[in-house]
Nanobody, 122 residues
Framework: QVQLVESGGGLVQSGGSLRLSCAAS????????MGWYRQAPGKERELVAAITSGGSTNYADSVKGRFTISRDNAKNTVYLQMDSLKPEDTAVYYCNADLSELLLPSKYLEVWGQGTLVTVSS
């Protein structure tokens, strides 16, 4: 069974930095895009950043220039470096991956992590 495990969330002051990590494990055949989403209280889940297997990236306008997404394909891990954090970045951050499993390599699934809380104090 494939799972995504996030780490790195926590409490930080405004202007500070955090680095989130998300490792995919299990019987993985291939991973296409990986990304980070977030959901603030009372709001819908939104895309923060995404990265393809080839390294192409996409960011929400609200985080451009402050957040950097990267991945280590050998470790099946995606990272989110968050700098110049603002109180409005406070949310639960979820990792997402589009991947296939060894038993059925041609079928791609969307898998989510359990989420990690990021709180930015003013």
């Amino acid at each position: 069974q494939v799972q995504l495990v996030e780490s790195g969330g926590g409490l930080v002051q405004s202007g500070g930095s955090l680095r989130l990590s998300c490792a995919a494990s299990g019987s993985i055949f291939s991973i296409n895009a990986m990304g980070w989403y977030r959901q603030a209280p009372g709001k819908e889940r939104e895309l923060v950043a995404a990265i393809t297997s080839g390294g192409s990236t996409n960011y929400a306008d609200s985080v451009k220039g402050r957040f950097t997404i990267s991945r280590d394909n050998a470790k099946n891990t995606v990272y989110l470096q968050m700098d110049s954090l603002k109180p409005e970045d406070t949310a639960v951050y979820y990792c997402n991956a589009d991947l296939s499993e060894l038993l059925l390599p041609s079928k791609y699934l969307e898998v989510w992590g359990q989420g990690t809380l990021v709180t930015v104090s003013s």
